[in-house]
């Protein structure tokens, strides 16, 4: 057999339901039979109610299902098939698929899928199966399309993970892989991941370059994979995926790998939904695309909504998102201006940097310059990609921030040792009004560029806290600022204003004041954490609170949390501009009682915050 015809095979085998068959002699003759298709994105591949005589295989690339009314059923990718269901009922499509982008695709003649479908029960059993499995999908889908931005990435996971030694050999490993059926192979050393081989490694640095079967598989495999922990969510898989152009993550579980995820298990996961708006933000060219992408960020926060996802995965996935237009903008932003001059760290601020955004988010941002940073030499170039980013960050729905905490204004653009002379001062001479304004800062995450300007940053603003006492007290009087809405008996008390007169503000009353709170505790003892429930589990082992408050104080924020989301989410369906003003007549009885609840939690939490650092001095 030739070398295109193998490589036809392999690419068959390594996806249902052809893995099953793989050893059926049948498979080569029909691999002869087997044409090659090159399609650009847009076109039509079939149209609906025409006749379709073909099986068709995705080698790359992605297609869509569209109804007759032209409205999206569900997106495949790589490794899947279609056609299959109009050869079944005679050769008719109700359904029309169209490519997303760019796709190679094997037509398989439909005589061939007849014959292994009345011949081989497994076979057969997959298309059943993959019938029922769509309605379900179909189902499911008018509740939710966001599986991926809510699942952990260890649900994906299908098999324990294989692996060989390091001093294995390129054939032994072939042969592990072909055995196990697997695309990928984790290359350990007493039980310590040192590397990962793929097919692909093995066809480009081994076969391509006509490699000894004997040579170690050290010499092709990637050294330190990316890899995450097993508590991270599988829209973080996707995110990696796409910005390191990877297509297997080792998993780990206390720094031991207990399985890869590649795409093909994303694609089996979910194949339509709220992850393509990432994958698309990484694909767009122009503003005036990513623009048009911002607009479907509605829908995917009223989804996650409608999903009955929890603050933090919908605080996660909204920020992934938001990070995501950032990165792209300064890709673009690079491709304009040329690259770097010296290295430099694109930082978030608030709830970007705790992964806690909502729908109704501005910029807080800021740059972080290499100390190699010369403002004569390199200044024009950072102020120009600045201003750049963050004006057009504006035109994607991320609003200019108001306080002009911004990348954009130079003070907030400066070297590593001018960042550490700032929280030095704010640190060991503290004000409690400078405090107010700048808390926003003791929330930083590196987005982009060499983080580890941002890590070093973060190391010394621990560093600092814990040493100057003086400064908690400043911090946590800071804290006390903004009361829960709780007057007498325990009835809200309105702040709003003109149209908002009748409400009070969720976020400024309840989630801020926690999120202070629970920042005092997390620079007391020196977590490095920056989400607010990360933070609290920190804190709650550091034993800085009296038993259960810890997990009263997550409670809380998930109450208080989820009331401002579905709000926001009824605002947006009403054809409103979403807030966190909330107006206490429209709550329902089960929400005003764990509202009050949650308030006075945030009270007695904010008395013990004064007491516990009360007095202190540097």
């Not at 050294?223 to 390191?244: C, F, T």
Request: one cysteine or more; charged letters at 25%.
């Amino acid at each position: 057999m030739d070398v295109e015809l193998t490589e036809i095979l392999e690419a068959l085998c390594q996806h249902a339901p052809f893995n099953e068959i793989a050893d059926d002699p049948q498979l080569n003759d029909m691999a002869k039979e087997i044409e090659i298709q090159y399609v650009r994105a847009g076109e039509m591949v079939i149209a609906q109610s025409a006749l379709n005589n073909t099986l068709f295989f995705i080698r790359s690339g992605a297609i869509e299902i569209l109804s007759k009314e032209k409205k999206l059923i569900r997106r495949m990718n790589e490794g899947e098939l279609f056609g299959y269901a109009s050869i079944l009922r005679g050769g008719k499509s109700s359904q029309a698929m169209r490519t997303i982008e760019d796709s190679l695709l094997y037509r398989i003649p439909a005589r061939w899928f007849l014959k292994l479908h009345q011949e081989n029960d497994n076979f057969s059993d997959f298309f059943q199966l993959a019938r029922e499995a769509r309605l379900r999908a179909a189902m499911d889908a008018q509740n939710s399309d966001v599986s991926l931005m809510t699942c952990p990435v260890v649900s994906l996971l299908r098999r324990p993970p294989i692996s060989t030694h390091i001093d294995s050999n390129i054939r032994v490993a072939a042969q592990i892989m072909a055995e196990h059926r697997v695309s990928s192979l984790l290359i350990t050393d007493n039980d310590e991941l040192i590397g990962i081989l793929t097919d692909r490694d093995l066809r480009t640095r081994a076969v391509a370059q006509g490699l000894a079967y004997d040579t170690p598989v050290s010499e092709i495999m990637t050294r330190d994979p990316i890899v995450m922990d097993s508590g991270d969510y599988a829209s973080e898989a996707v995110l990696k995926m796409m910005e390191r152009n990877v297509h297997h993550i080792p998993i780990v579980k206390n720094g031991r790998p207990i399985g890869v995820v590649s795409t093909g298990d994303i694609i089996q996961k979910e194949s339509h939904g709220s992850v393509y708006l990432i994958s698309d933000i990484y694909k767009q060219t122009s503003i005036e695309g990513l623009k048009s992408i911002s607009q479907k960020m509605t829908h995917t926060f009223t989804q996650l909504v409608v999903a009955d996802a929890n603050t933090q995965m919908i605080g996660n996935a909204m920020s992934h998102i938001g990070t995501a237009f950032v990165k792209r903008l300064l890709q673009l932003a690079e491709e304009i201006y040329g690259p770097p001059p010296v290295p430099y760290c694109f930082i978030a601020l608030g709830s970007q940097a705790r992964e806690e955004q909502t729908i109704k988010t501005d910029q807080d941002n800021a740059l972080i310059l290499s100390d190699k940073y010369d403002k004569t030499l390199h200044g024009e170039y950072f102020e120009a990609l600045s201003d750049w980013v963050c004006r057009n960050l504006d035109e994607c729905g991320y609003t200019l921030c108001t306080g002009d905490i911004m990348a954009s204004n130079p003070r907030w653009r400066q070297p590593l040792k001018v960042w550490q002379e700032y929280f030095s001062d704010w640190i060991q001479k503290p004000k409690a009004e400078a405090l107010l304004r700048m808390s926003i800062f003791f929330d930083l995450r590196g987005i982009y560029g060499d983080k580890t300007l941002a890590k070093q940053l973060n190391q010394h603003i621990r560093q600092q806290a814990q040493q100057h006492s003086g400064f908690l007290t400043f911090m946590a009087r800071n804290a006390n600022q903004r009361k829960p809405p709780l007057g007498f008996f325990r009835q809200f008390v309105l702040d709003g204003e003109g149209k908002q007169s009748r409400t009070f503000n969720l976020k400024e009353r309840g989630i801020a004041p926690i999120i202070d709170i629970v920042r005092v505790h997390a620079l007391a003892c020196g977590s490095d954490k920056l989400n607010t429930l990360e933070r609290i589990e920190d804190i709650e082992a550091a034993g800085l609170l009296p038993g259960g408050r810890a997990k009263d104080l997550a409670l809380a924020l998930e109450m208080i949390g989820m009331v401002r989301i579905r709000n926001q989410k009824e605002q947006i369906e009403a054809g409103e501009e979403p807030n966190n003003h909330v107006n206490p007549e429209h709550l329902s009885s089960f929400e005003k009682r764990h509202l009050r609840d949650a308030f006075h939690i945030v009270s007695r939490q904010q008395e013990f915050i004064k007491f516990r650092y009360a007095g202190k001095r540097s």
